[in-house]
């Protein structure tokens, strides 16, 4: 049975897309044969930041509907060959996720795929429910101010009584927080929430932090999902944060503001 | 608040104004059979919540025909269910002509609210309801209190209709708590939380820090904005004196 991960955040262009690939990427360099799902019905993005979107034949909603087999829509990543993307369809309608639909494809996944990473459309609307339904464990990917503060707090209750898990009264979905553009200068000068008071107000473990960086505009133009970026920080930080998935302990870092002298940078190896 | 005579003349009663917490009935369409099978699977599902409970038919949504709309039928089948229909809420000018026939109250619906009679109650935000079910649900006799562990987010609500209301977490903004007794809240209250809902004006809010959206004892509330001179963001309690909030720290208490 695979392990099925929701990457979502209730507000938009806090990083799920970036944080779905970079994880789903780690996983499968990891040798675990991963799928990465988007079901963001209509504004398809995973595969320009996979780099796959000329290769984008058939999607989920074709597989729902019955119009080609799952091996027809799965496209296998060129850089990590246990990772597979199920693109989203850009032109239909977030409704043609069913219920039904959506389970009979994850199940079929299941049989095959040791993790099935879902991509969470923004909102708490059909498609943002359907990715989390049937979720084991949920990375709540959160930016330090305060209205994504709110609205991860908003689909951390929702996870707790609208998921698969809840409704059949189960083990409830496992929970993380992902803090993205984390800048710790900013936080210095009291223009961002801190780790410490996000993680007050959400009471959840943290997963990571991923320092704001160009890096992550960069390797998203390019199609590179940051964790194979493997020399900058914003890549170590999400590398971390797979490790911590799958039950490592690894010490957070980057969660300061790194100015410092050459000699002290090259001997904490950052 | 109150209409207190201010004559010393003694009087057989006096008129006040009273807020109370009611159930509402949202009616869509009306079937004399399926609304009673309806009505005792609801009522199944918190039996000791709707026993004489009273109760408001809200024609706001009704899409069902006038001439269906049989108001006697809906009465005997709540009374038989042990519930009270005293009013209806909106309704077009028919449909609450027949309600009138039925000897019920009229109540502006809520769009069209009429400002006298407007109470300081505040209407309580549609939110989806409760997530956690009491640990011992469906097992006799209702527990006193409700117990929650979880955090209650934003936009989840958590109703205690009967008792005490417990919660060992923090209850975060946009977040919704109520009880028809004391509120306790181990964990920063953020949200709203509402004591007393059926008019107990001895209920009290107890929390370990406060910095809530708003608190309201028997129907009797304060905003954040008011809140903010006393206790704020420390341990307190909230209580009602002479129709007065008043908030207290819990190491003076």
């Known amino acids: 049975m695979a392990r099925i991960i929701v990457v979502t955040s209730g507000k938009g262009g806090v990083g799920k897309t970036t944080t779905s690939a970079s994880i789903s990427t780690g996983l499968a360099k990891r040798g675990h044969k991963t799928v990465v799902i988007d079901f963001d019905v209509g504004l398809r993005n995973l595969d320009l930041i996979m780099n796959c979107e000329r290769r984008v034949v058939y999607d989920f909603v074709n597989v729902i509907q019955g119009e080609a087999s799952l091996n027809q829509a799965l496209i296998r990543d060129k850089r990590v060959n246990t990772l597979y993307i199920l693109p989203a369809s850009q032109t239909r309608e977030k409704e043609a996720l069913t219920k039904e639909g959506v389970e009979k494809v994850i199940n079929e996944l299941s049989e095959t795929f040791d993790y099935i990473v879902c991509d969470s459309p923004a909102g708490i609307e059909h498609g943002a429910m359907m990715a989390l339904y049937y979720a084991d464990e949920a990375v709540v990917v959160t930016n330090p101010e305060v209205s994504s503060v709110r609205d991860s707090d908003r689909i951390l209750g929702i996870l707790q009584s609208k998921s698969r898990r809840a409704e059949m009264s189960q083990d409830p979905v496992k929970e993380h927080l992902l803090l993205t553009r984390y800048n710790p200068a900013r936080v210095e000068r009291g223009e961002m929430l801190s780790v410490a008071d996000v993680e007050e107000i959400l009471a959840i473990p943290l997963l990571g932090v991923i320092p704001e960086s160009q890096i992550v505009l960069n390797a998203s133009n390019q199609g590179v999902p940051v964790i194979l970026e493997e020399d900058s920080d914003a890549g170590q930080a999400y590398e971390d944060a797979v490790a911590r998935l799958l039950g490592e302990e690894r010490e957070h870092r980057f969660m300061t503001s790194q100015k410092k002298g050459f000699f002290s940078r090259m001997f904490k190896g950052g | ?253």
Not at chain 2, 12 to 39: C, H, I, N, R, W
Not at chain 2, 139 to 159: C, E, L, N, T, Y
Not at chain 2, 190 to 204: F, N, Q, T, V
Request: proline content about 6%; hydrophobic content about 40%.
């Open chain 2, 1 to 253: 608040m109150s209409d207190t005579a201010t004559s010393g003349v003694k009087q057989g009663f006096q008129l006040k104004s009273a807020s109370v917490s009611m159930t509402a009935l949202e009616l869509y369409y009306f079937d004399d059979g399926e609304f009673e099978e309806v009505l005792r699977d609801k009522i199944s599902q918190a039996p000791g919540f709707f026993k004489d409970t009273p109760l408001i038919i809200s024609l706001e949504k009704y899409q069902g025909l006038d001439s269906e709309l049989d108001f006697f039928k809906i009465i005997g089948t709540c009374r038989r269910n042990h519930i009270h229909v005293i009013g209806v809420r909106g309704g077009n000018e028919d449909q609450r002509r027949l309600a009138r026939g039925a000897a019920l109250a009229l109540l502006p619906g809520s769009g069209q609210r009429d400002r006298t009679h407007e109470t300081d109650q505040p209407a309580a935000p549609e939110a989806e309801t409760a997530v956690a079910q009491p640990p011992s649900a469906g097992a006799g006799d209702p527990p006193p209190a409700r117990i929650i562990s979880q955090p209650v987010r934003s936009g989840q609500q958590i109703h205690a209709p009967d008792g005490d209301l417990v919660i060992l977490a923090p209850v975060q903004a946009g977040a919704e708590v109520l009880a028809a007794g004391n509120i306790h809240v181990y964990g920063p209250l953020r949200g709203r939380a509402l004591a007393g809902i059926h008019g107990a004006e001895s209920a009290r809010i107890f929390c370990q820090s406060l910095e809530a959206e708003l608190v309201s004892i028997a129907g009797h509330y304060k905003i954040s904005e008011d809140l903010q001179e006393n206790g704020w963001k420390s341990a307190v309690q909230i209580q009602l004196r002479d129709d007065l909030l008043v908030v207290t720290p819990l190491d003076k208490a």
